[in-house]
Nanobody, 131 residues
Framework: QEKVVESGGGSVQSGGSLRLSCLASGYSRSTTCMAWFRQAPDSEREGIAVIDYDGNVVVADSVKDRFTASRGDDKDSFYLQMDDVKPEDTGTYYC?????????????????????????WGQGTQVTVSS
């Protein structure tokens, strides 16, 4: 069965860094469509980063100056490096995966607004940023 597991969350002071890890397993391909979403208290789920089958990566405009995303050498891991974190980054971070992205290439950013395209979700990892 397809499975997604996140790790790396925790509490950090404003301006600090965290590195979140996502591991997908059970897929027939070594590479998948993978994404990070987050949900702050009393807020809608927000797309943060996505990678398509060909390795293209898009990070949301709201955080792209501070966050980077990359795929691991095993091609089934997707990392979110969070630098210069702010209290507004507080929330539950979810990793999601699908065999294919519905949109890719120059249209990949659309997946940040399409959580229903991802059929496998992790349990979430909590990030708390204090001022």
């Amino acid at each position: 069965q397809e499975k997604v597991v996140e790790s790396g969350g925790g509490s950090v002071q404003s301006g600090g860094s965290l590195r979140l890890s996502c591991l997908a397993s059970g897929y027939s391909r070594s590479t998948t469509c993978m994404a990070w979403f987050r949900q702050a208290p009393d807020s809608e789920r927000e797309g943060i980063a996505v990678i398509d089958y060909d390795g293209n990566v898009v990070v949301a405009d709201s955080v792209k100056d501070r966050f980077t995303a990359s795929r691991g050498d095993d091609k089934d891991s997707f990392y979110l490096q969070m630098d210069d974190v702010k209290p507004e980054d507080t929330g539950t971070y979810y990793c999601a995966a699908a065999t294919f992205c519905v949109y890719g290439g120059t249209l990949l950013a659309r997946e940040l607004t399409r959580p229903d395209d991802f059929n496998s979700w992790g349990q979430g990892t909590q990030v708390t940023v204090s001022s």
